[in-house]
């Protein structure tokens, strides 16, 4: 198991930006995907982004596509989400996880079993 730390989340209006972080600890973090999950008020869940353990493959929700982008520092054992153009739906809690088996991309929440407690991200209209 891989311990994840979020921060960078806070109160932005509308066509803003913020850099989510998630800093990991343990040896193996390279070894793992990694994944952007967000919970809104009311709703479940859901799949925002994932990379894969060496950062040359990514994968998006389409809500996100061409707005947001995940990357990842194995020196740092970092991974990162940039958000740019926010929309008030982008508004939840945002959740970092590491998916320990095979196979890209990974979507499922089921298929992360490690996760961060979450970092809340607002957008103002």
């Known amino acids: 198991q891989v311990q994840l730390v979020e921060s960078g989340g806070g109160l932005v209006q509308a066509g803003g930006s913020l850099r989510l972080s998630c800093a990991a600890s343990?040896?193996?973090?390279?070894?793992?995907?990694m994944g952007w999950f967000r919970q809104a008020p009311g709703k479940e869940r859901e799949f925002v982004a994932t990379i894969n353990w060496s950062g040359i493959a990514t994968y998006y929700a389409n809500s996100v596509k061409g707005r947001f982008t995940i990357s990842r520092d194995n020196a740092k054992n970092t991974v990162y989400l940039q958000m740019n153009s926010l929309k008030p739906e982008d508004t939840a809690v945002y959740y970092c996880a590491a998916h320990h088996g095979l196979g890209f991309p990974i979507t499922s929440l089921a298929d992360f079993g490690s996760w961060g407690q979450g970092t809340q991200v607002a957008i103002s209209s």
């Open positions: 343990g040896r193996t973090f390279s070894s793992y995907a």
